[in-house]
């Protein structure tokens, strides 16, 4: 009713100024809309009835206006003649066959690099605009703002040169990538002997009624096509693919393209149920190869979870708790510190079981947001020069009991909307905080899943030709 633009706004990242903008907007229905109402009851006499043939002009003592004939469109006539005469020039038209498999010849690399130019650096830009105001981007996390809705959290800021790193247009890179990929996907290969030779190779123990759950929903998921339904602009652009049972995102990391599947859950199962759970996170991903985003392999996150001790230790100076910081003045948390840096230890023979080796020295940025300011980064080593930032964050759930919120471990540190779930590599006992402890400390730590190569698994382009149900 107010002509807000629904299919833009991206809930739960307002700005306050635009929340404020937002609840203006309330007072349309509840205040000017009973202003309209009251004023059409009280001047209810000065509107003609709908069967008055008398002008308004002629109620004054006016001459009647009347319009010509030329002018006006005769529309009573358009129904009564027959589609031949309303509708001409069908011999002239052309008949072609619409193949949804064409797809225009472009490298990864030149995708990846227009994904980045325009992808979105501040919270108004939406998913079509580009701001004009100035730009900053974090030199510590790799958060971007600009000047107008930067501000808090804090961060190192520096200007971003849009002159000597220009931007692309989020319009142009989207019809690029729409003609770049196909409409239509299937995943080939998935059967019930391959998961199960897939958990016997991994030689994981799963409960029965668990596997039975997460197989069938993965044979759900490989038994129909997938159709792209739209481009998501944000940090990273993504695509999104659907299916009655399934959906497929392409995410458009500069470092690390990959593509996720995920099953969805049948409608009888129970909210609370341990396979929605289970599916809440994908059951494969396809790792795309630098020849092309068709290309690559499959693996699969068998739902086993593994339980690794590892070694932390705090180490470089101490620094105030976020609980200091914010101003608490009760004495356990008036003088609190921290490590300003922590030292993670992995045993030599369970490294191989981690999707990335997350031990190292990780970098406590304070000032880049996040829940509890509990974010540290992974000080890269050189061989992880080209490889994404590794962030370990709190991570609280939606709903739930904040005791049991726990560290993680993951290449992402954004916010999440509603039905979105971060990549997580392996995340910490709920019970561990940062904290001033001296020495090295013993720590659980859970690996969600095991993820299991299947090369004979393959992501193929579907044409229409090959749709039966159509």
């Avoid at 008949?95 to 797809?103: F, K």
């Avoid at 998501?232 to 999104?240: C, F, H, N």
Wanted: net charge negative; with cysteine.
């Amino acid at each position: 009713m107010q002509g807000l633009p629904i299919d833009e706004l991206l809930l739960t990242r307002e700005t306050e100024d635009q929340l404020a903008d937002l609840a203006g907007n309330a007072m349309s229905t509840t205040v000017v809309g009973a202003s309209i109402l009251a004023v059409l009851v009280a001047g209810m006499k000065l509107l003609k009835a709908g069967d008055d043939v008398e002008s308004y002009e002629e109620k004054k003592g006016l001459e009647r206006v009347e319009e010509e004939e030329d002018d006006a469109m005769d529309v009573d006539q358009l129904p009564s003649l027959p589609v031949e005469k309303r509708i001409v020039g069908e011999d002239e038209l052309v008949q072609r066959p619409l193949d949804l498999s064409v797809t225009t010849d472009r490298s990864v690399h030149e995708l990846l690099e227009d994904a980045d130019k325009s992808s979105r650096l501040c919270e108004c830009e939406g998913r079509k605009d580009i701001t004009t105001r100035e730009l900053k981007r974090c030199a510590d996390c790799g958060s971007s703002s600009c000047i107008k809705c930067g501000g808090r959290p804090e961060h190192s800021l520096h200007p971003i040169d849009t002159n000597a790193n220009p931007r692309l247009a989020p319009a142009t890179f989207m019809r690029e990538l729409k003609s770049t990929l196909p409409m239509c996907l299937s995943v080939s290969g998935i059967t019930l002997e391959l998961l199960d030779d897939l958990k016997a190779s991994a030689g994981v123990t799963i409960p029965e009624k668990r596997w039975r759950g997460w197989r069938a929903a993965v044979l759900r998921a490989a038994k129909f096509e997938l159709r792209f339904v739209e481009p998501k602009r944000q940090e990273i652009w993504s695509a999104v693919y659907q299916s009655p049972v399934a959906s497929l995102e392409l995410l458009l990391h500069p470092q690390q393209p990959e593509w996720r599947l995920y099953a969805k859950p049948e409608e009888s199962e129970a909210a609370n149920s341990e396979i929605r759970h289970l599916l809440e996170s994908p059951i494969a991903r396809f790792t795309c190869a630098s020849s092309g985003l068709l290309k690559g392999r499959w693996e699969f996150a068998l739902p086993f979870s593994t339980e690794v001790p590892i070694i932390i230790e705090g180490v470089g100076e101490k620094v105030p708790a976020w609980e200091a910081r914010l101003g608490l003045i009760e004495d356990e948390y008036k003088d609190l510190v921290v490590y300003s840096q922590i030292q993670i230890t992995l045993p030599a023979d369970d490294i191989s079981r981690f999707d990335r080796d997350i031990s190292g020295v990780y970098t406590l940025l304070d000032k880049c947001g996040t829940a509890n300011s509990a974010l540290h980064k992974k000080v890269p080593t050189k061989d992880e020069v080209a490889l994404p930032s590794l962030f370990m964050l709190l991570d609280p759930t939606r709903c739930g009991e904040a005791e049991k919120d726990c560290f993680v471990f993951s290449i992402s540190k954004r916010r999440y909307e509603f039905g979105e779930t971060r990549p997580i590599i392996c995340l910490l006992d709920h019970k561990w905080r940062q904290s001033n402890i001296e020495g090295p400390e013993e720590v659980v730590c859970y690996l969600p899943c095991k993820w299991s190569k299947a090369e004979s698994v393959g992501l193929q382009v579907r044409r229409l030709s090959d749709d039966h149900n159509r």
